[in-house]
């Protein structure tokens, strides 16, 4: 098969989503969606990531060393992509409805609506440029799975069915894992964002 040099891309290499968890200051959780996202192996299995740009994200996770990483599936992508959205130094950020628990672990909140969530805690930071484009090095601390998936007896494709994990690639769009079109980036989120509209306006805001 003849190849042919292009500019520079990763546009036909899926990326699976994660829901970054982390805790403000003042102890309330705050999410961020991110994909750059993959493993390493120090003396066991890790993780690393890459985040880019000035965040609330990346500032808590600077000043805690550490976070929750919540699988996105097609249940909570409009809720991850609404977090993908929303400036976390917006005060209205979290004035939306999730459900939340702490880590069994760590003190990181962990998303519910997850079926799958690492709990990590920073080993190494790498600058890759500019003081807010870095790769984390990380050390899993535990990992929470639904009990529902827990279950030797379905096989592979089985459980990537039912866990239904989002993945994106291609001109910013969602994509299931077995190839069907979920949305572009920003366009799910307006149905957190309508509730949102909704509930601000019952309270006169």
């Known amino acids: 098969m003849k190849k042919v040099s292009v500019p520079v891309t990763n546009d036909v290499c899926p990326q699976t989503l994660f829901v ?15 994909c750059w996202f993959s493993y390493c192996w120090f003396d066991e299995l890790g993780v690393i990531c890459a ?6 994200t990346l500032e808590n996770i600077r000043r805690t060393k550490v976070f929750s990483a919540n699988l996105v599936v097609e249940d909570n992508l409009p809720l991850a992509d ?11 950020k979290m004035d939306v409805e999730v459900a939340w628990e702490q880590g069994a672990v760590l003190d990181v909140p ?7 969530c690492f709990e990590l805690e920073i080993d190494k930071e790498i600058a890759t440029g500019e003081q807010n484009e870095v790769v984390l090095l ?8 639904d009990e ?6 379905m096989t592979p494709e ?5 866990i239904a994990a989002v993945q994106t690639c291609v001109d910013c769009d969602y994509w299931s894992w077995d190839g069907r079109h979920l949305g572009k980036w920003h366009e799910r989120a307006k149905e957190i964002k309508a509730d949102v509209e909704i509930g601000a306006a019952a309270r006169g805001n």
């Open 20 to 34: 970054y968890g982390t805790k403000n200051e003042d102890g309330t959780p705050d999410f961020g969606l991110f």
């Open 148 to 153: 529902r998936f827990v279950d030797s007896s």
């Open 138 to 145: 990380c050390r899993i601390r535990n990992v929470l799975k």
């Open 158 to 162: 089985e459980l990537y069915k039912a």
């Open 110 to 116: 962990v998303l519910c609506s997850s079926p799958f």
């Open 82 to 92: 609404y977090f993908g959205t929303a400036d976390g130094r917006d005060g209205d």
């Open 51 to 56: 985040i880019g740009g000035s965040k609330r």
